[in-house]
């Protein structure tokens, strides 16, 4: 449950905090009454404009996406739809906001650290949009035709761990046909639990590549979800650097 103004998380409902029939089957209820508080219930506040719905994969082959519908089951009558003119003004002036936040807060951010780095995953709930139980690392890189990511990252206990390729719009580079992500469920991992990965738009012949697609700059926008609840064992963690293609087989 979010806010507009910085897209701030109000609350939020976890898999590990959700009751979950045996079908897989569950029952979320929001409104504005705080003695529901626990577990399948959002409070509605002010402030409040929208639901956001994560649906995480790890397993592509053995995992299929929820299915949801929505019922209004008490309160007044909702208002009468919008008509094309009016539900056209409200979605570019909601356009307006995504592209104001999208420039001003995401890419000036990612934009104001050093190129061809990441910085190391930062706190849980750390920044505005994104989700509020897990932790993120985002880095912005431009290589040459002979240039590749060699990236090796820690899950740190966390369920899921994964290593995107986004352009500056964060929008996810050809996955349809192309594998431009690799999470811990479907990397090779090293004896430590750590995962090591080439990024590059050439294929370099290991079981751990990160196809670019080509874009000549991109980002790689890391997240580390379904985080140990006590810590313990490795922290989440990443390291990358920018190798030479006739030099990849040497590292």
Same mark, same amino acid.
């Given at each position: ?13 976890? $898999?590990?905090?959700?009751? @979950? ?17 626990? &577990?399948? $219930? ?10 956001? *719905? ?14 949801? %519908? ?25 356009? +307006?906001? *995504? ?32 989700? %509020?139980?897990? +932790?993120? &690392? @985002?880095? +912005? ?7 590749? *990511?060699?990236?090796?990252? $820690? ?14 719009? #964060?929008?996810? &580079? ?6 431009? %992500? ?12 750590? @995962?090591?990965?080439?990024?590059? !738009? ?10 670019? #697609? ?22 989440? !963690?990443?390291?990358?650097? @920018? ?5 990849? &087989?040497?590292?």
């Amino acid at each position: 449950f979010m806010e507009t103004d910085f897209w701030g998380t109000i609350g939020n409902l976890a $898999h590990g905090q959700m009751k @979950i029939g045996a079908d897989g089957a569950f029952t979320i209820t929001a409104d504005r009454d705080a003695g529901k508080a626990g &577990a399948n $219930h959002l409070q509605l506040v002010d402030g409040g404009e929208f639901i956001f *719905v994560r649906n995480t994969f790890g397993d592509w082959n053995g995992e299929a996406e929820d299915s949801f %519908s929505v019922e209004r089951v008490s309160g007044p009558p909702p208002a009468a739809p919008l008509d094309d003119a009016a539900l056209a003004t409200k979605l570019i002036k909601r356009l +307006r906001t *995504v592209i104001d936040r999208t420039t001003n807060d995401m890419q000036a951010r990612i934009n104001s650290t050093p190129l061809n780095t990441i910085p190391q995953p930062g706190k849980v709930n750390g920044a505005g949009g994104f989700l %509020s139980t897990q +932790r993120n &690392a @985002i880095g +912005r890189f431009r290589l040459g035709e002979d240039e590749a *990511v060699l990236a090796t990252f $820690h899950p740190g206990g966390a369920a899921y761990a994964t290593f995107p390729i986004a352009n500056v719009w #964060s929008v996810t &580079a050809d996955y349809p046909h192309k594998l431009t %992500s690799l999470n811990n469920h479907q990397a090779a991992l090293n004896a430590d639990g750590s @995962i090591t990965l080439v990024a590059s !738009s050439w294929d370099p012949g290991i079981q751990n590549w990160v196809d670019t #697609s080509g874009l000549p700059e991109f980002y790689v926008m890391m997240r580390w979800q379904g985080l140990p609840a006590e810590p313990g064992g490795a922290e989440p !963690s990443v390291k990358t650097e @920018i190798v030479k293609r006739g030099d990849l &087989a040497g590292k």
